[in-house]
């Protein structure tokens, strides 16, 4: 592996580890996996107000960790292909 591409992966890791916000909605939904959250059950669940939720919901959903689905409301869930999977199994070993 080159180390520009080290150097993108820990830049990215560093950008979603870097905030308590983002690793408190990563569990959140990593332990609901499969179910569906808005911006405000997110926001009542995480004790965070809807607008911080969907500034980082914006960042999860570009780094491919959560998956939107949209309709009459955004539902937002844990994305569980591609780098999600590797998030989890790192979640999984820190906790145990």
Do not use: C
Not at 43 to 66: D, F, G, Q, R, Y
Not at 69 to 86: E, H, M, R
């Amino acid at each position: 592996m080159a180390i520009n591409d080290d150097n993108a992966k820990s830049n990215w890791i560093e950008q979603i580890l870097s905030s308590r916000v983002r690793i408190r909605i990563l569990v959140l939904l990593a332990v609901n996996h499969g179910t569906g959250f808005s911006k405000y059950k997110i926001s009542s669940a995480t004790n965070v107000s809807a607008k911080e939720v969907s500034k980082h919901m914006k960042i999860l959903v570009e780094a491919k960790l959560v998956r939107a689905v949209g309709g009459g409301v955004t539902l937002y869930s844990f994305n569980d292909s591609g780098p999600a999977l590797l998030f989890a199994e790192f979640l999984r070993r820190s906790i145990s």
